[in-house]
């Protein structure tokens, strides 16, 4: 569908030209733009009910109540704001006002300091009716901001909350469409790294897939979701735990994937700079995977999702082709130790690649993939024909970085998975997938048990799609 992108300011206006739509602003921080907006284009009285900024942390809480952990920009700061300004449009203007949809706005924004030591980030959310007599929905999201200017970055927030207004009420019906009009007029400003849709009007739009599209369409390169399919966001999941990553396809999780996970965690919580009780593990699934086979599949990506919630994972879709990416996103959430669960000859890959692609600037580029808090845990695989086994000690390294190879296995960068079951080495996921699309026998055998039940009951990746 072709879409016209408006200027904020033509969609600030439609809204206050629309009588059917009614509602509150509530800003706190930075993000003290979004009513400017409406009130500028003229005929806000047809809209706006109320604004407010509770800047001073006391009358803050004196409104919504103190937060536990300090922190005022965050989700439930957001969810408090939001319950708050809803409830008292409907207690003090339902009666008065049976025939408009109300709507209550709210953000909690820390744009960049002149330090520069905090870089621009907040919490936007929308509560909306579609009728009068309707339960609202709620639209939540986070965004990392990304101009180098405070100003800037304010200006951004206004823009931002124009659009989640306007495309909440413009494109419900179309929840892509809706996700891709959160950016109009701020490519290359803004990163929306988290998307939550609830409510009725929403009941059959599927978060996981939101998640899919806001790094498909470029919002963000990085999204994590949970084992229910909530989309969740890094700051209030992982601050300040460890977290290990596993990279794959999942198509489907084998018994070699999941021994390496079960094995890699046992090792990462032993280390002695890793506290277990706030120690995460997550799995990763790539944009780039997604398309190994050629255009974007969503039952695909459906498929993955269900399988890894099931084995109850919290799961990060990314558009980070190279771990130095994924890497530098969690640097900015005080994560203390990260881990990078995979097999040996994903490493040689991983080495390889980095050589080749920076035979000006190694030491640069190797510095920025294995940073000081950064361990690489290797599990081992089988040689091709000879079936020797290959680990961090023995794969294939240019002979010209041979010496920086060997001082991150001294310096621990690099470690091998201690424990590992010899007998499962043979199992290959592609072979694996190959056998239940073609409907062969004894691929269950390769995978876990839950596993092979749930793609059974399930009918995931297309099994029984073809006759024996």
């Known amino acids: 569908m072709s879409r016209r992108i408006l200027e904020t300011e033509q969609k600030a206006l439609e809204i206050n030209l629309d009588e059917r739509i009614y509602g509150a602003f509530a800003e706190i921080g930075a993000g003290q733009e979004v009513a400017r907006h409406f009130f500028q284009v003229g005929a806000a009285a047809g809209t706006i009910a109320k604004t407010m900024s509770a800047y001073d942390k006391t009358v803050s809480d004196q409104i919504y109540g103190p937060e536990l952990r300090g922190r005022y920009v965050c989700e439930p700061r957001l969810y408090k704001m939001l319950d708050h300004e809803y409830a008292l449009l409907q207690e003090r203007l339902r009666t008065e006002r049976p025939g408009q949809n109300f709507f209550a706005f709210a953000d909690t924004v820390s744009a960049i300091n002149f330090q520069k030591t905090i870089k621009g980030s907040g919490w936007l959310g929308l509560r909306f009716q579609l009728h009068p007599d309707a339960a609202p929905n709620d639209v939540v999201l986070h965004v990392r901001l990304l101009d180098n200017d405070n100003r800037l970055q304010q200006q951004a927030i206004g823009i931002l909350g124009v659009n989640l207004i306007y495309a909440c009420y413009r494109f419900h019906w179309e929840p892509e469409i809706l996700l891709q009009s959160l950016m109009d007029n701020l490519r290359d400003r803004v990163a929306i790294d ?3 849709l609830n409510g009725p009007d929403f009941a059959t739009v599927d978060n996981r897939l939101v ?6 369409n470029g919002l963000t390169d990085v999204v994590i979701f949970g084992p229910d399919g909530t989309p969740l966001h890094a700051s209030e999941l992982l601050y300040k735990k460890s977290i290990l990553i596993a990279r794959g396809s999942f198509r489907p999780p084998t018994l070699v994937q999941q021994d390496m996970i079960r094995r890699t965690y046992g090792q ?3 280390e002695p700079d890793v506290n277990p009780e706030s120690a995460y593990f997550l799995t990763e699934i790539t944009l780039d995977n997604l398309r190994a086979d050629g255009e974007l599949n969503e039952r695909d990506f459906m498929d993955r999702a269900e399988i890894l919630g099931a084995l109850g994972q919290t799961v990060i879709l990314s558009n980070c082709m190279q771990h130095k990416k994924l890497i530098a996103y969690f ?3 005080k994560v203390p130790r990260i881990g990078l669960a995979m097999g040996a000859r994903k490493l040689q890959n991983i080495i390889q690649e980095t ?7 190694l030491l640069g580029a190797f510095g920025e993939l294995f940073l000081r808090h ?8 089988r040689e091709a024909g000879s079936g020797a086994l290959l680990t961090a000690q023995n794969i294939h390294v240019p002979r010209e970085i041979h010496f920086l190879y060997q001082h991150l296995l001294d310096h621990g960068n690099i470690v091998d998975v201690q424990e590992f079951d010899p007998a499962i080495l043979h199992i290959y996921h592609k072979e694996v997938l190959k056998m239940i699309q073609q409907n062969e026998s004894g691929w269950e055998e390769k995978v876990p048990e839950n596993v092979a039940a ?3 009951k399930k009918h995931l990746f297309g099994i029984n799609s073809r006759k024996k």
């Open 268 to 270: 990462f919580c032993a």
């Open 454 to 456: 749930i793609i059974q």
């Open 355 to 361: 050589y080749q692609h920076n035979l000006d600037n």
């Open 211 to 216: 998640c899919l599209w806001a790094v498909k």
């Open 374 to 381: 950064v361990r690489f845990y290797v599990y081992p695989a």
């Open 194 to 196: 988290m998307v939550r």
């Open 331 to 333: 640097q900015d959430y």
